[in-house]
T-cell receptor, first 109, second 114 residues
Framework: GQQVMQIPQYQHVQEGEDFTTYCNSS?????IQWYKQRPGGHPVFLIQ?????EVKKQKRLTFQFGEAKKNSSLHITATQTTDVGTYFC?????????FGPGTRLSVLP | KAGVTQTPRYLIKTRGQQVTLSCSPI?????VSWYQQTPGQGLQFLFE???????NKGNFPGRFSGRQFSNSRSEMNVSTLELGDSALYLC?????????????FGQGTRLTVV
């Protein structure tokens, strides 16, 4: 079946440093979604990418969808303590989604 | 607009018991999916309901079941609880049944089996 992998599993950064998480799918995706889950919270939708090579920005967050539509990345510039949490990518699997294992980001003040 | 509501928020059950969790989706949303989240396994898909029909099912044993009512509210049931069933159970609602719409998650039900 379809698999979605993410690296790294954990990332510890100093506040102000950049952070990137990578998502790879075993199959071509029609779209990819990103979610953020704060500690003790629930996943919250961040963005959806649909087009090959698409790049979208949300303030300090930059999302990219690979040309082959099998990988994606999320880059955070100048991390802040509010960025702490686990970032999940999710790709369609039939009518539903397969979530990656997530990247847990810690930001040291 | 009210968000996704899951009840109860916390549950403690004994091995062998059964449990029923409830999820009320956002008004107008017809798709409800259930996920099990554990520290080691991430978000594992349980099943998805759309218009009272189960459309997809994850790789979980038959002890896990669910249903959806005509008002789109959904319940999931776990029978003969095992210690390994301890987890955060999340439901997510979507407006449509297509995989290009965002999912709105509830706060989850944290189940502890002792």
């Amino acid at each position: 079946g379809q698999q979605v992998m993410q690296i790294p599993q954990y990332q510890h950064v100093q506040e102000g440093e950049d952070f990137t998480t990578y998502c790879n799918s075993s199959t071509t995706l029609s779209n990819i979604q990103w979610y953020k889950q704060r500690p003790g919270g629930h996943p919250v939708f961040l963005i959806q990418l649909v087009k090959s090579g698409e790049v979208k920005k949300q303030k300090r967050l930059t999302f990219q969808f690979g040309e082959a539509k099998k990988n994606s990345s999320l880059h955070i510039t100048a991390t802040q303590t509010t960025d702490v949490g686990t970032y999940f990518c999710a790709g369609p699997n039939g009518q539903n989604f397969v979530f990656g294992p997530g990247t847990r980001l810690s930001v040291l003040p | 607009k009210a968000g996704v509501t899951q009840t109860p928020r916390y549950l403690i059950k004994t091995r062998g018991q059964q449990v029923t969790l409830s999820c009320s989706p956002i008004s107008g949303h017809r798709s409800v999916s259930w996920y099990q989240q554990t520290p080691g396994q991430g978000l594992q898909f349980l099943f998805e309901y759309f218009s009272e029909t189960q459309r997809n099912k994850g790789n979980f044993p038959g002890r896990f079941s669910g249903r959806q009512f005509s008002n789109s509210r959904s319940e999931m049931n776990v029978s003969t609880l095992e210690l390994g069933d301890s987890a955060l159970y999340l439901c997510a609602s979507r407006l449509t049944g297509t995989p290009n719409t965002e999912a709105f998650f509830g706060q989850g039900t944290r189940l502890t089996v002792v």
